[in-house]
């Protein structure tokens, strides 16, 4: 029946379906831990239950998959009715995924337009924000604390601003609003 090869080899279960609640911690895990070590993907992986360090990964490189082709312009953007997109766009925006993947992408019709700098005052609220909404509840701080600011931008603003705390003393070559405690 299988000749001299014996039967075939067991395939591996299909990949289950992400839940709300796993992709919100995922997300979560991201926003706190990617930072493209070991560690981090370990990290990640523990705050979503039955989830493996290989499939937390492997979702990531779906997303960032996904939203490069959006980018790129195969892949026509979805239309949601509130800023879901936003927020996954944030989620897979990380240390990965810094200049060097831009510079591969086609070139936008317009010219990449600079951010605006963050006000001492909206900092403060961000912190504030922060201390109420805890870390990677960026929509919140977003609604209810840095009303000037999208979710996006305060996910930005945020992992500027931990990656500028963790930082040694000698990285801190000049003073940056990040250095603002609430305090």
Not at 32 to 59: C, F, H, K, N
Request: charged share 30%.
């Amino acid at each position: 029946m299988y000749g001299n090869y014996g039967p075939p080899p067991p395939q591996p279960p299909p990949p289950q379906q992400w839940t709300h609640r796993e992709q919100k911690l995922f997300e979560s895990g991201l926003a706190m831990y990617l930072d493209g070590t070991e560690e981090g993907w370990r990290m990640i992986a523990a705050l979503v239950p039955g989830r493996s360090v290989e499939e937390v990964r492997a979702r990531y490189e779906s997303l960032v998959r996904d939203v490069e082709a959006i980018d790129s312009g195969r892949v026509e953007s979805p239309r949601y009715s509130d800023d879901r997109l936003e927020a996954a766009a944030a989620a897979v925006a990380g240390p990965e995924m810094g200049a060097s993947s831009s510079r591969a992408r086609a070139a936008p019709a317009e010219e990449r337009k600079k951010g605006t700098p963050w006000t001492e005052d909206e900092h403060r609220r961000f912190l504030e924000g922060l201390e109420k909404y805890g870390k990677g509840d960026w929509r919140s701080i977003s609604r209810n604390a840095v009303v000037s600011r999208t979710p996006t931008q305060v996910a930005s603003h945020a992992q500027k601003y931990f990656l500028r705390q963790s930082a040694d003393k000698k990285d801190k070559k000049r003073s940056s609003i990040h250095d603002i405690t609430k305090s």
